[in-house]
């Protein structure tokens, strides 16, 4: 299995950016997919999640209404919008997939997961 993301780079506050995270090597449409973030010195945290057929999302409170996550199911892709970006958003970000059930309290789990992307880089500068 093989997640790729691209789309980071360095974008001024209150810019935007969307970030691709493709798969391969096995059923897309099967997969929960997430992503998260980390900051230098932080721990790795829950950005957002989509369920397998798009229909059910999850995001974190500090995104929640400038990041928007979605998926193409035909192009084995999922996405992430980032909008009104602030300096605080600066970190790799990273996609992840499971193929356990849908469940809201498990999403912000890093073991939730079973698969990870190798990362991008998002900067925002001010």
């Known amino acids: 299995v093989q997640l790729v993301e691209s789309g980071g780079g360095l974008v001024q506050a209150g810019g935007s950016l969307r970030l691709s995270c493709v798969v391969s090597?096995?059923?897309?449409?099967?997969?929960?997919m997430g992503w998260f973030r980390q900051a230098p010195g932080k721990e790795r945290e829950f950005v957002a999640a989509i369920s397998w057929g798009g229909g059910s999302t999850s995001y974190a409170g500090s995104v929640k209404g400038r990041f928007t996550i979605s998926r193409d199911n035909a192009k084995n892709t999922v996405y992430l919008q980032l909008n009104s970006l602030k300096p605080e958003d600066t970190a790799v970000y990273y996609c992840?997939?499971?193929?356990?059930?849908?469940?809201?309290?498990?999403?912000?789990?890093?073991?939730?997961?079973?698969?990870w992307g190798q990362g991008t880089q998002v900067t925002v500068s001010s």
């Open positions: 992840a997939g499971s193929s356990r059930s849908w469940r809201y309290s498990d999403l912000g789990a890093r073991g939730y997961y079973d698969d």
């Open positions: 090597g096995r059923t897309f449409s099967s997969y929960v």
